[in-house]
């Protein structure tokens, strides 16, 4: 279990198995249009919205890299700045926003993810620790929404790896 963020007072995480090796699971999760790819194309989920990634010369692969998602969803305008804090290759990556993020279920949050290498496979627990907007409808829609938006991101995290690698295994290794 990952010990909670002391500045950000919410804390959510998933863990389970994924049938790839640390360093493939790695390379995976390392690569932010991957864990983007959801918000780019518009859905029920993101209420006919998507989001734009753009990324720095880092490609969000290097501690200090910077990525900025903007787009909408339900209708209403989202824009956020992100850097990478940690990336400990092939066990540990973290990035938080920065600024002030225009999100309206969640306000300012650390995300990231930790992999352990297993026998047939790797464990992976991804994390959320985040604060929730203070003012206006944002408020109201974060005591709503929040906990459950932190719940669908982290088991998205997870689930699109254990997806990946259930239809590809040992498809990163092959491409190197």
């Avoid at 880092?58 to 305008?77: E, I, K, P, Q, Y």
């Avoid at 400990?88 to 309206?104: F, I, N, Q, Y």
């Avoid at 047939?120 to 985040?130: A, K, L, T």
């Amino acid at each position: 279990m990952m010990a909670a963020d002391t500045t950000l007072p919410r804390h959510c995480e998933v863990a389970g198995s994924v049938a790839g090796s640390a360093e493939e699971v790695f390379d995976f999760l390392d690569d932010p249009a991957r864990l983007t790819a959801h918000m780019s194309r518009s859905s029920w989920t993101m209420g006919g919205g998507r989001m734009v990634l753009e990324l720095d010369a880092g490609a969000g692969r290097r501690v200090g890299s910077v990525m900025t998602l903007s787009g909408h969803a339900f209708g209403l305008a989202l824009d956020l700045q992100e850097i990478v804090i940690e990336r400990d290759a092939p066990r540990r990556k973290v990035w938080h926003t920065t600024g002030a993020p225009r999100l309206w279920v969640i306000a300012q949050y650390r995300l990231g993810f930790e992999i352990d290498p297993q026998t047939d496979g790797s464990r992976v627990c991804v994390f959320i620790d985040y604060a929730l907007p203070m003012t206006g409808m944002g408020r109201w829609l974060g005591l709503l929404f929040g906990s459950g938006y932190a719940k669908w991101c982290t088991r998205r995290m997870l689930d699109d790896a254990r997806e990946h690698f259930a239809r590809h295994p040992g498809d990163l290794q092959a491409a190197r």
